[in-house]
Nanobody
Framework: QVHLVESGGGLVQPGGSLRLSCAAS????????MAWHRQAPGKQRELVAS?????SPTYADSVKGRFTISRDKNTVYLQMNSLKPEDTANYYC???????????????WGQGTQVTVSS
């Protein structure tokens, strides 16, 4: 059993900052990739930032220069600066990982954390 638990969402004014955290726990053998996605009401879920083990992070064009993804062991962070109203969405953590040395990588998702940017 694997769990991803996000935290750090909330209400912030335009131009403000938030830091999201996502802790992966449970039967984890190795983590291949971790990412943040977001979904605004009435829109499709979109990839915000991601990185694979040993690789460089990648970002959606809409957040480049404002958001930074980082990882410490089984926790991934998303530092969000200069927030805009259009960043308002439910943010989801995603991990591709294996649970033992024989298993194929599987995709896991957190439950989401709401970020609202409004004055």
């Amino acid at each position: 059993q694997v769990h991803l638990v996000e935290s750090g969402g909330g209400l912030v004014q335009p131009g403000g900052s938030l830091r999201l955290s996502c802790a992966a726990s449970g039967n984890i053998f190795s983590i291949n990739a971790m990412a943040w996605h977001r979904q605004a009401p009435g829109k499709q879920r979109e990839l915000v930032a991601s990185f694979t083990s040993g690789g460089s992070p990648t970002y959606a064009d809409s957040v480049k220069g404002r958001f930074t993804i980082s990882r410490d062991k089984n926790t991934v962070y998303l530092q969000m600066n200069s927030l805009k109203p259009e960043d308002t969405a439910n943010y989801y953590c995603n991990a591709v990982l294996t649970t033992n040395w024989m298993s194929r990588p599987s995709n896991y998702w957190g439950q989401g954390t709401q970020v609202t940017v409004s004055s």
